[in-house]
């Protein structure tokens, strides 16, 4: 089978975190009754007029900044005309000819490979009611109508499924952290479209585009890509002719379905909007702008690398924002920030997950966490002990050494009378000692045992096989 290159370019829908929607003060929400949230704007009433939503501006700027892009310091809106039920103006406010941003980047990286992924532009547009058919009718909810959106846009320099995911996901993380958008794409707040065609060589003209709409999850978007790879491979190898189409990715066959072809382009007869007056964006606004973008992840990962957490721990964190901010706060202390970010991901998160709580909702405080290691780093708890007090810890007030007298777990910290203890052991087991010098290492594994038994387990392990060694070898 002859090779293909690839050519993927990808446009993302996001949904901007704003009160209100982008041309009128219907509060923008999810998962509310059906035309709950409209009025006469929304709607598409005649005689009605837009108004700008200022948030809408500036989390387009922000969104221009985090994604590297220049940003248009004058621009106007446009009409895109065309006629659907869900689009009851007969028009969408979008941007043609003077998007917001544009000549942008996402860096991504593969096998410790780093490439760019190039941004066409960035445009503010509304988005349209949701429409669901059943039988042989069709529902509109206007809910969704005028909620605003940016329309991301890459240059098609993407050559492959795997490069497509990295991005999205990149893309997704770098949004959400900047509190543009939640990113959720299950709620339809984050969308992707792609498209792909196939040439021979590198120097050969880009081969015939098929576009893959609304792809639900960003694993969808590269096993989709992969299935209209194989499925554009097949024709060329029968000698077919693509054409143009617009496909979808249905999940149950898990495979890219026909929508429509693509006969003739789309002529959506653009013009400036001339009920909102151009929009010029001064320095001042971008600078504005740029004091309300918090830590992104790039940076926070060196954060944590620096403070001495491995790559693991440090990526694991980012993937979930309550406790990368919230270790941000730890990373304030004076603490043992590589047993924090341990604990974190390890017991406490255990114990989140199972309650489906977010970590500011327990009683674990960043000064409370930081006595909690010190304890934990004295020896005066061990792992088993932890986990015996970490409930208590997460869901009371009480003074963590309160608690750790209360269960009665307090750990032997006495380094001269555990000492004594492991002598007397040692001096009532001398065959077992021989057996220790003669390489038996289960003779440790009995040491251990005696001197757990004798001391009622509260002796800490650590600090008591260092101890053991000693004595044995002295």
Request: aromatic share 6%; proline share 4%.
């Amino acid at each position: 089978m002859t090779n293909y290159i690839p050519t993927i370019g990808i446009e993302v829908h996001v949904e901007l975190k704003t009160k209100t929607k982008i041309f009128s003060n219907s509060l923008n929400g999810y998962g509310k009754m059906a035309n709950s949230l409209t009025n006469v704007i929304d709607l598409g009433y005649p005689g009605t007029l837009p108004t700008l939503n200022k948030e809408v501006l500036n989390l387009a700027i922000k969104a221009a900044l985090v994604l590297n892009c220049k940003i248009r310091r004058q621009m106007h809106f446009d009409r895109k005309n065309y006629f659907y039920p869900d689009n009851p103006k007969n028009y969408q406010i979008t941007q043609n000819r003077t998007p917001i941003g544009y000549d942008g980047y996402v860096e991504i990286e593969i096998d410790n490979e780093k490439k760019k992924i190039e941004i066409e532009e960035i445009h503010i547009e509304e988005d349209t009611c949701k429409s669901t058919h059943k039988s042989n009718k069709s529902y509109l909810d206007f809910n969704r109508a005028g909620v605003p959106l940016i329309e991301i846009v890459t240059k098609p320099c993407i050559n492959s499924s795997k490069e497509a995911k990295a991005y999205l996901e990149k893309l997704k993380e770098i949004l959400f952290y900047s509190d543009i958008s939640d990113c959720k794409m299950e709620e339809g707040s984050m969308r992707a479209d792609a498209n792909i065609s196939l040439r021979k060589n590198e120097n050969d003209p880009l081969g015939v585009k098929c576009e893959i709409k609304n792809i639900g999850s960003i694993s969808n978007v590269a096993l989709s890509l992969e299935k209209e790879q194989l499925r554009q491979i097949k024709l060329l190898e029968e000698g077919k002719t693509l054409r143009e189409e617009t496909r979808r990715f249905d999940d149950k066959l898990n495979d890219t379905v026909l929508m429509r072809v693509k006969e003739t382009g789309n002529d959506y007869r653009y013009f400036p909007e001339p009920d909102i007056p151009y929009v010029i964006i001064t320095e001042e606004m971008i600078n504005e702008v740029e004091k309300t973008i918090p830590m992104l992840p790039e940076e926070r990962k060196k954060l944590y690398l620096s403070k001495g957490l491995s790559e693991i721990n440090a990526t694991k964190l980012i993937q979930n924002r309550p406790l990368s901010d919230y270790f941000n706060e730890v990373l304030k202390l004076d603490t043992n920030y590589k047993t924090a970010s341990n604990l974190l991901l390890g017991d406490i998160s255990a114990y989140l997950n199972k309650n489906e709580i977010d970590i500011n909702k327990t009683t674990l405080t960043p000064s409370r966490l930081q006595k909690l290691i010190s304890f934990i780093d004295n020896g005066t708890l061990t792992s088993k002990n932890l986990k015996d007090i970490l409930t208590k810890v997460l869901e009371e007030n009480t003074e963590i050494e309160d608690i750790i007298k209360e269960l009665g777990i307090e750990n032997i910290t006495d380094t001269s009378s555990l000492r004594e203890i492991i002598k007397t052991i040692i001096n009532n087991n001398l065959e077992v000692k021989q057996d220790y010098l003669d390489g038996h290492d289960r003779a440790i594994k009995f040491f251990m045992g005696q001197i757990m038994k004798e001391t009622k387990g509260k002796a800490n392990p650590k600090i008591t096989n260092d101890i053991l060694l000693e004595e044995l070898n002295n």
